[in-house]
């Protein structure tokens, strides 16, 4: 493995693959479907079915403000997950990482950066019990070296300069419920 010096996030980049595998450890296919096999048979030999499980003190599915054994519970979870069910604030999210590539047997190479933003908030569903998220989002790609915004792109690959197109999504919508639609 080498260190890629010009990369100012200093990533590692493998030339060997077989170096990272240890091969006289490596665990064959027979091996693996035998003591899968045989750990199956334990558990099924060890447990009669329907055998009662003692309840054990502490974390709970269920508790005062939320029961995770019931539908209604898991939607107010999802929804508390992704936002503020009182829905008065809106929540916001950003990313920042690496857009890479790699060809078959080649070594990985960093193209470019990648930032972005969103903004969501949550509001009543309208046709019944639940929350309509609100999300709107964009990204773009960026150069490495200076941090500019990219128009262009050369392809490392190819060495065809490509136009970059951002990320203005649409609104990412969707209906949090407490049913799973098909």
């Not at 296919?29 to 499980?53: H, K, L, N």
């Not at 539908?71 to 929804?79: C, H, K, R, T, V």
Request: negative net charge; contains cysteine; charged residues 20%.
């Amino acid at each position: 493995m080498t260190e890629n010096s010009s990369d100012t996030h200093a990533a590692i980049q493998v030339e060997d693959y077989d170096s990272l595998i240890d091969v006289g450890t490596a665990i064959g296919r027979r091996a693996v479907i035998t003591g899968t096999a045989a750990i199956a048979a334990m558990g099924a030999s060890s447990t009669p079915a329907g055998a009662a499980i003692k309840k054990v003190d502490g974390a709970s599915l269920t508790g005062p403000y939320l029961d995770l054994t019931t539908p209604e519970g898991n939607m107010i979870a999802l929804a508390r997950m992704d936002g503020d069910i009182t829905m008065k604030e809106p929540s916001y999210g950003w990313y920042d990482g690496l857009v890479m590539g790699v060809m078959p047997g080649g070594p990985v190479k960093n193209i470019c950066g990648f930032k972005g933003m969103s903004c969501k908030r949550l509001i009543p569903y309208e046709e019944g019990n639940g929350f309509r998220r609100l999300l709107r989002e964009v990204g773009y790609y960026y150069d490495l070296a200076t941090g500019k915004i990219l128009e262009e792109l050369n392809n490392p690959y190819t060495g065809e300069t490509v136009k970059v197109v951002h990320i203005a999504n649409d609104p990412f919508n969707m209906i949090i419920r407490d049913i799973v639609a098909p």
